[in-house]
């Protein structure tokens, strides 16, 4: 079991660019997390998925946000036209859901992205 | 909604037991959670408690929860310099974690 992988674990991008993320959960942890972190802030959820549906989103994800999870195993996360308030790092989580710790969610080590 | 939050600083003196505060809003919380963050690291569980649990402890952790004040607190005896990090509080829903804003502990010599 190596965790949850992040890449890129940083990002440095012109604004208005795109942008995407990758995250690799641990192996059948059939739910997946997006969150985002600024500065001097806790994580603010994002996104979930269970298996390849994706049940939730946050209202801090705008149009210009998209996540996937294809097959049920990793997920993406694109940011179009980005801007200078996307400027955060990026956090991926996953769990198995009735996993023995209620909603403990394992996280990596997220995508600092600076927009320029 | 949930909103949680926390102190944001805590100096400690190696060897003496920090305390960190948390409070929360959401009653129907059934798990709270400590998560410690290190510089270019993710979060790493530390310790939980269940709601109908007022006190757990864990080695040097000790966790107490005041459920009719929605307060949280985490103790952490004999602190060491490795134990300088951030540390977050958070609950949960049926699906997503709400984090407070984070507690910086530093440890000094």
């Known amino acids: 079991d190596t965790g949850v992988s992040q890449d890129p674990r940083h990002k440095i991008t012109k604004r208005g660019q795109n942008v995407t993320f990758r995250c690799d959960p641990i192996?059948?942890?059939?739910?997946l997390y997006w969150y985002r972190q600024t500065l001097g802030q806790g994580p603010e959820f994002l996104t979930y998925?269970?298996?390849?549906?994706?049940?939730?989103k946050s209202r801090l994800l705008s149009d210009r946000f998209s996540a996937e999870r294809p097959k049920g195993s990793f997920s993406t996360l694109e940011i179009q036209r980005t801007e200078q308030g996307d400027s955060a790092m990026y956090l991926c989580?996953?769990?198995?859901?009735?996993?023995?710790?209620?909603?403990?969610?394992?996280f990596g080590p997220g995508t600092r992205l600076t927009v320029l | 909604g949930e909103d949680v939050e926390q102190s944001l600083f805590l100096s400690v003196r190696e060897g003496d037991s920090s305390v960190i505060n948390c409070t929360y809003t959401?009653?129907?919380?059934?798990?709270l959670y400590w998560y410690k963050q290190e510089p270019g690291a993710g979060l790493q569980l530390l310790t939980y408690?269940?709601?109908?649990?007022d006190m757990k402890q864990d080695q040097r952790l000790t966790v107490l929860l005041n459920k009719k004040d929605k307060h949280l607190s985490l103790r952490i005896a004999d602190t060491q310099t490795g134990d300088s990090a951030i540390y977050f509080c958070?609950?949960?829903?049926?699906?997503?974690?709400?984090f407070g804003a984070g507690t910086t502990v530093t440890v000094r010599a």
């Open positions: 998925f269970q298996n390849e549906a994706q049940l939730e």
């Open positions: 192996s059948e942890h059939n739910r």
């Open positions: 989580a996953s769990n198995y859901m009735g996993g023995i710790i209620g909603n403990e969610q394992f």
């Open positions: 959401d009653s129907s919380s059934t798990y």
């Open positions: 408690i269940f709601s109908n649990m």
């Open positions: 958070a609950e949960s829903n049926d699906y997503k974690l709400s």
